[in-house]
């Protein structure tokens, strides 16, 4: 199961944030990753990543040993972590965040547990969710990387086709 939620607040250090955000994924059995929501563009951005790098896994073509790190590198449309850090990473301050959860062991979901796994991931950092940080707009796509000349082949409502082709396009450039 692949989950994304939005949320905002502060975070003061990033490697413990890091650190602390590993420990509560392998506690949780779960798949993490966080992202700055400024440069993802709605939910669906992120659930072809993951499940973009979830065949990369499965077939071995994986450029990481992490799926976190996959997931990553995916949504960001970029093969280099470094350069993928610096485009979708959480960064230190006051943000919008966007986190991937994926279930390892493939539990029969249930809503009453996981709503109390979210909202313990985010009562820890002290976050508050809300979905709409992960709302696109044309300033999200341009912080992407994607051109006015990209933007004006094709019409606002196919938008969000431009950020999901930027993720199949890794598997062309690995």
Do not use: C, W
């Amino acid at each position: 199961m692949i989950t994304v939620i939005g949320a905002y607040g502060t975070i003061k250090n990033i490697d413990l944030f890091l650190q602390q955000l590993l420990t509560f994924s392998k506690k949780e059995n779960l798949v993490i990753q966080a992202l700055d929501a400024a440069v993802v563009y709605g939910k669906d951005h992120l659930i072809s990543a993951t499940k973009h790098a979830q065949r990369a896994f499965e077939q071995r073509t994986n450029a990481t040993n992490s799926l976190a790190l996959e997931i990553l590198l995916y949504a960001a449309g970029e093969r280099q972590i470094q350069k993928a850090i610096t485009k979708m990473g959480v960064k230190k301050g006051k943000q919008t965040i966007a986190f991937v959860l994926v279930d390892q062991l493939k539990r029969k979901p249930d809503k009453k547990t996981y709503d109390a796994v979210v909202d313990k991931l985010l009562r820890m950092f002290h976050l508050t969710s809300d979905d709409k940080v992960l709302e696109g707009d044309k300033d999200t796509l341009k912080r992407f990387g994607i051109t006015d000349q990209e933007l004006h082949t094709l019409p606002e409502s196919k938008y969000n086709d431009l950020i999901l082709e930027k993720i199949a396009l890794v598997d062309v450039i690995k």
